[in-house]
């Protein structure tokens, strides 16, 4: 998604900025298990978080994936499908994107036996694909 369209989206949270604040925009990437993979590569992983923000804790959204179809487009989750929310752009009042550098912090949930569950792959040995992609534009977004 463009910067463009993230700052249309958001036009009226950048506009209710203070000079100080800044406009946290999470994305998601919804993505379905592939197969195991070998891998001669070894390395650290970064573990997801529980609190993505103060509005997108683990438990809030598991708590909203369990309980109705919140997903915008047809869509029934398979056993195996990866959700993943990061923070993806900031924004300040202006409405400028802003390049500071960030932790990398993300949340990840699997499909599993009917029901989300806080949960990720191990990117070293098992493989995924992306089936879709985009912001999140309904929950009160991280001011900082």
């Known amino acids: 998604m463009s910067v463009n369209r993230i700052q249309q989206l958001y036009s009226e949270e950048i506009k209710l900025l203070n000079r100080r604040e800044i406009l946290k925009v999470i994305r998601w990437k919804l993505k379905k298990y592939v197969g195991h993979k070998s891998s001669e590569m070894d390395g650290l992983m970064i573990m997801p978080s529980e609190n993505l923000t103060q ?9 909203e994936l369990n309980k109705t179809n919140c997903f915008d487009f047809d869509y029934k989750p398979n056993d195996g499908d990866n959700l993943i929310f990061e923070i993806g752009w900031l924004f300040n009042k202006w409405g400028k994107r802003l390049n500071k550098k960030l932790e990398y912090e993300y949340s ?22 992306v089936i879709k992609e985009g912001v999140i534009k309904n929950v009160k977004q991280q001011r900082v």
């Not at 509005?55 to 708590?63: A, F, P």
């Not at 009917?114 to 493989?127: G, K, L």
């Open 55 to 63: 509005e997108l804790s683990e438990k809030y959204i598991l708590k």
């Open 108 to 129: 990840s949930f699997i499909y599993r036996d009917e029901r989300w569950i806080a949960d990720s792959y191990n990117a070293f040995y098992e493989e995924t694909e």
